[in-house]
């Protein structure tokens, strides 16, 4: 009798794990959960690159501004320089620090006015030109753009866009468009970031190895790359001060 109740027991407990699906890991902002950019936001939000609001959200289709992209782009790279040269920036405004961190690192050169803009949201042209500054990104000498608005891309952004686009780091909106005046939304941001950036070095005995298409920015105190091939750029940041790169087995470093 004891081995039948057993049986039935278990049984039962089969029937209902089988009954009940496995719950799904809660999203970090819940406006972001089954949204198209989910995952970039959470990669990035979840090594501090990307913050939500004060009420927990994170706004994903929002136009990001320049304050907030400054303030991207600090945590990111981890710029501490400073530069008071933006009329528009109040010294004690809460992206005071990142704006002129980014100026001073020569990544943000505001619009010739001395004008920073902090507030006005930024262009797809503009975070294409500041992230490719700072990642040190360029286009190769047969890089084209190929999109039907191709010729409404300023020309202080055809090289940061054309390097972009020939590797496939950023796609049009439709009709094959590429839209570089049009103002970037915030999950935007976070799927440029991770198309740009393939591996994130948070720690220093983090290792490097395989195949690697996009960019390896070293953040930490180092990196070590064991049988590694990275296509494009090893860029150290600001906040790894003196990484020390090891480059161990058959390692290949464009």
Same mark, same amino acid.
């Given at each position: 009798m004891k081995r039948k109740i057993l049986s039935l027991v278990l049984s039962l407990a089969m029937l209902v794990s089988l009954a009940v699906p496995a719950l799904a890991a809660e999203a970090t902002f819940p406006d972001v959960q089954?949204?198209?950019?989910e995952s970039s936001v959470e990669r990035w939000a979840g090594v501090g690159v990307l913050n939500g609001t004060d009420t927990g959200s994170f706004n994903p289709d929002a136009n990001m501004t320049r304050a907030e992209f400054a303030q991207m782009m600090v945590n990111l790279m981890g710029y501490t320089g400073k530069s008071g040269t933006f009329s528009d920036v109040p010294s004690d405004a809460w992206y005071a620090g990142a704006i002129n961190a980014l100026a001073a690192a020569g990544v943000m050169q505001g619009d010739g006015n001395g004008h920073a803009n902090p507030l006005s949201s930024i262009s797809r042209a503009e975070a294409a030109v500041l992230l490719c500054r700072a990642l040190k990104l360029e286009p190769s000498s047969s890089?084209? +753009?190929s999109f039907a608005d191709a010729s409404s891309v300023p020309s202080w952004a055809e090289d940061a866009m054309a390097a972009l686009s020939e590797r496939g780091m950023i796609s049009g909106v439709g009709g094959n468009q590429i839209a570089p005046l049009v103002n970037i939304t915030r999950a935007s941001v976070a799927k440029l970031i991770d198309n740009m950036v393939s591996v994130y070095v948070t720690s220093a005995d983090q290792v490097v190895t395989g195949t690697?298409?996009? +960019?390896?920015v070293v953040a930490a105190g180092g990196a070590t790359f064991t049988d590694a091939t990275v296509k494009e750029n090893v860029v150290v940041a600001p906040k790894a001060g003196a990484a020390a790169i090891k480059v161990t087995g058959k390692s290949t470093i464009d």
């Open positions: 089954g949204h198209w950019g890089a084209k +753009l690697v298409k996009g +960019l390896v």
